[in-house]
């Protein structure tokens, strides 16, 4: 849109104050505050000269790198009959393992006690069992987009001049994929070197990753020095795997120039096994961990009761002091502020953009930032920077939506941004040359067509905000604790009754997400008319 004829280039320096305030009060000034105090040379010392830090640093790599193979190795067959194949249950299916990915952490670290054996708690492999579930989602869409446009006829002329499937998955397939492999490889070695609700759920003392030992060293061993070293290492890891993402983000948008997406039908006894069998497969493995959930939420001392679900709702029999319910009506509190919050400030920032100069497009990268950091490190830094004047929020309650509206800003923009884009210039302008006050346009033309996709943003701020863990736990207080803080809390606590508590809040965790999140899907605008 050329913004020298927008009857709101006056107004856009003034929508960008608000957003570009928030960032820079409650996301540089804290991470700069990390980066003063853990960039020294002292701290990296002390630091490295820990023992107990490189079996932290070598476990988090590791098991970065099993998660994303696994997760490769697991998620191509779905992605593949998805991409090529029209069948009964598609659709299904892809919102299936698509809801596998919206799931808070915390969630699925529950669902994944509920369903491994105790044998297998504590465990690497069920950290990485959890991750390849949680990440396949990234693959499929990811990989699974560019493999729709590949074309058929050069498999189909390969297999005539006598070329084998495992030869043209080798010489035509994975070539063509390389971008995007590599693409949806570095975000999900992302998602597992920086995951936190996982591992704070499913490993142990001895299963620590970078982000549980900067939540360990600050608030449970008085080690801020340790933590603010090692959030400084890690936003160094991130810089170079977002690097990475976007160089690959920019190949991987079909290198070839040919585009061709079609789908079709399994023709041979043999395609139509392989395809209903990978979707059961997959279908079955995304489904087992959430009916465990549901089914351990049920089971008090061995047997089927209902026990767990009276204490939450019935406060009087709950064995803890801060009872279930609180936390469930304190992250309904929050989340519907950092809706409104993230959905206001995100319209401002996605109209200035839109409507603004070129200066302003630098707006769009600067709100971007806070995907740059990991929660865990947003928490420990408003932790160390707001405990004292000017800004003492330390034991305000608004201080944890503010980092949820954070977390939640750069997603609102996104999904905003397009939106706002393609209204049409012309309309505007014809309402401007019959008197309409900027104000009064926006209202008429904008706002219409703006409305749904606004709304669609703050059904997702809300499930953002409601599955938030790694910043909350940093945060919160025992009176003002979220639901996946105290998930965390009840699940490792003895006691069946607690414990069936913590599975209860998980299964309503899922409940509330997996409702926003259709929210969003029912809200989303298809087109824009007018």
Not at 160 to 167: E, F, I, K, M
Request: hydrophobic share 60%; glycine share 6%.
């Amino acid at each position: 849109m050329n913004s020298s004829r927008s009857p709101y280039r006056r107004a856009a320096p003034w929508l960008a104050i608000a957003p570009a305030l928030l960032l820079l009060v409650f996301f540089i000034w804290p991470l700069a505050g990390i980066v003063v105090r853990g960039a020294s040379g002292a701290a990296f010392a002390a630091l490295f000269a820990n023992p107990a830090i490189a079996p932290v640093l070598w476990f988090t790599t590791w098991q970065a790198l099993a998660s994303t193979l696994l997760t490769l190795l697991a998620a191509l067959p779905v992605t593949h009959i998805l991409a090529r194949y029209q069948f009964a249950g598609r659709r299904l299916l892809l919102a299936l393992v698509s809801t596998a990915f919206v799931l808070p952490t915390v969630v699925v670290g529950a669902a994944f006690l509920a369903l491994l054996p105790p044998a297998w708690h504590r465990t690497a492999w069920a950290i990485i069992a959890a991750h390849v579930y949680f990440n396949t989602a990234v693959v499929v869409r990811v990989v699974g987009g560019r493999w729709e446009q590949l074309h058929p006829h050069l498999a189909d002329a390969a297999r005539t001049l006598g070329a084998s499937p495992l030869h043209i998955l080798r010489t035509i397939t994975l070539p063509l994929l390389r971008p995007a492999l590599g693409a949806a490889c570095a975000v999900v070695f992302l998602f597992c070197f920086t995951s936190y609700g996982v591992v704070r759920m499913l490993g142990g003392p001895a299963r620590s990753t970078i982000e549980t030992e900067i939540y360990l060293r600050a608030v449970q061993l008085d080690d801020l020095g340790g933590a603010t070293a090692l959030s400084v290492l890690q936003l160094v890891v991130l810089a170079l795997l977002m690097g990475w993402w976007l160089r690959s983000a920019a190949a991987r948008h079909n290198p070839s120039g040919a585009v061709f997406t079609q789908v079709r039908r399994p023709r041979t006894a043999a395609q139509f096994a392989a395809v209903y069998g990978i979707a059961a497969l997959t279908a079955a493995a995304v489904v087992a961990p959430l009916l465990a959930l549901l089914l351990r939420s049920l089971r008090v001392g061995g047997t089927l009761s209902t026990a767990g679900w009276r204490a939450v709702f019935m406060p009087g029999l709950s064995s803890v002091v801060h009872t279930p319910l609180a936390a469930v009506l304190t992250s309904l509190q929050f989340a519907l502020v950092v809706s409104i919050c993230a959905t206001l400030l995100g319209l401002a920032a996605a109209s200035a953009i839109a409507y603004g100069s070129r200066r302003l497009a630098l707006l769009d990268a600067f709100v971007m930032l806070p995907l740059a950091a990991s929660a865990v490190t947003l928490g420990l830094g408003m932790l160390i920077t707001f405990d004292k004047a000017p800004l003492n929020l330390r034991a305000a309650w608004i201080i944890t939506p503010l980092a949820h509206t954070l977390i939640a800003l750069p997603l609102v923009v996104r999904m905003l941004l397009p939106v706002v884009r393609a209204v049409p210039q012309g309309a505007r302008e014809a309402a401007a040359v019959l008197g309409a006050a900027p104000w009064r346009v926006w209202l008429s033309i904008d706002r219409p067509l703006v409305v749904r996709a606004a709304l669609a943003a703050a059904a997702f701020a809300f499930a953002v905000s409601l599955g938030e863990f790694g910043a909350s736990s940093f945060l919160t207080r025992r009176t003002t604790a979220t639901l996946p803080v105290e998930i965390a809390r009840l699940l490792a606590r003895p006691g069946d009754l607690v414990q069936a508590q913590g599975f209860v809040l998980a299964s309503l965790l899922v409940l509330l997400t997996v409702s926003a999140i259709a929210a969003v899907d029912g809200l989303r605008p298809e087109r824009l008319t007018i």
